[in-house]
């Protein structure tokens, strides 16, 4: 096993063959740091190293909220699954499907949310979740792939963030760092859940 590997939160191989760290072929000038390489398709590469410390980072900034206070969106089918389960081990407040207009600056709607930071898993899709937030003053971590618009987004974790099973990956992660902090998780080793259980609502 590689130095690299050893110091990671997952052995490297999880983040490839789960493709978490394949972009897309366009890229967002902002998220040019992130970018290891390029496949001989044209597909960019995120630098595995930096997603797997912001996941770390990510993990302890959001363990300082109380978990109703966090509102995890995924407005995309493959983020339900995920979304849904990080909510339920984390004990956030899943957001999937739709969002309505004013759900988080509109005190009127019986929709209406006060969270005190917000999880996005896809920036280009939940635009309207990102700039409400922002006009709150509301921080936002977000999953960000390489053509993703990040001008709103106060944290970054730069991933595959469309892939049925790099979502499932960086979301089961984040439940597992975010229970290790929070002292309910003595150690990675004593979890029993796997990131393929991330993959499906039952």
Known sequence: MS??????????EVYKTSNVNIGTNRK??????FIQGT???????????QLD????FASRFLSQFQPDKIVAV?????????????????KCVPLT???????????????????????????LNETQPVLEAAEMGIPIVAVCDTDSPVEYIDYVIPANNRGRKS????YWLLAREIL???????SAAEWTVKPEDFERLN
Not at 28 to 33: F, G
Not at 53 to 56: A, G, M, Q, T, V
Not at 167 to 170: D, G, P, S
Not at 180 to 186: A, M, N, Q, T, Y
């Open 167 to 170: 979502l499932a990956v960086i």
């Open 3 to 12: 130095e690299l590997s050893d110091q990671l939160l997952v052995p490297e």
């Open 28 to 33: 967002a000038r902002l998220m040019s740091r």
């Open 53 to 56: 410390e912001r996941i770390k």
């Open 97 to 123: 499907g739709g969002f309505t207009a004013g759900t988080f600056t509109n005190p009127s709607l019986n929709v209406y949310s006060e969270p005190d930071a917000v999880l996005i898993s896809d920036p």
């Open 180 to 186: 290790k902090v929070r002292g309910e998780l003595p």
């Open 74 to 90: 995924g407005l995309r089918r493959n983020a339900f699954a995920p979304v849904f389960k990080f909510s339920a081990h984390t």
């Open 39 to 49: 496949q001989s398709d044209g597909v960019y590469i995120l630098d595995v190293k």
